[in-house]
């Protein structure tokens, strides 16, 4: 998993996993297992999924990479506490899942709470084959 910076600002972590080292085969099944993950997690609520690659591609203008093959973000909420209004900038959280021809590609915004970041992460990481 690589931490890094999306346009010099956003601290973002990506994972991709080729296709040969998961056992899944399609962004939806990769959804349903986070699904899973989310609806077994004692402080997690689903909130939706939303299919950005249907909705970009549906628009006038829109524009997806000839690489991508599917995209979808399943979107959910840690939130346990809201000490401030601000709180509410940095939630919900979202796991992207892209699909290109060889490879999935999770992706997902860093959270200001290091339990949130670990689950994501290890959720992530438990799709590759073990």
């Known amino acids: 998993m ?26 939806n099944e990769i959804l349903a ?37 599917d995209a979808k973000n399943i979107l959910f909420c840690f939130g346990k506490e809201l000490p401030s209004p601000c709180v509410l900038s940095v939630r919900p959280r979202s796991i992207g899942i892209a699909e290109m021809d060889d490879a999935f590609v999770i992706t997902f915004l860093e959270a200001p709470n290091p339990m949130a970041n670990e689950a994501m992460e290890q959720w992530a990481l438990s799709l590759k084959n073990r």
């Open 2 to 27: 690589r931490q890094a910076l999306f346009q010099e600002k956003y601290p973002i972590y990506t994972l991709e996993i080729d296709k040969s080292e998961t056992t899944y085969g399609s962004v």
């Open 33 to 69: 297992y986070f699904r899973s993950k989310i609806d077994a997690h004692p402080v997690v609520s689903y909130i939706g999924t939303f299919d950005h690659y249907a909705h970009t591609k549906s628009l006038k203008d829109g524009i997806v990479s000839d690489l991508i093959l």
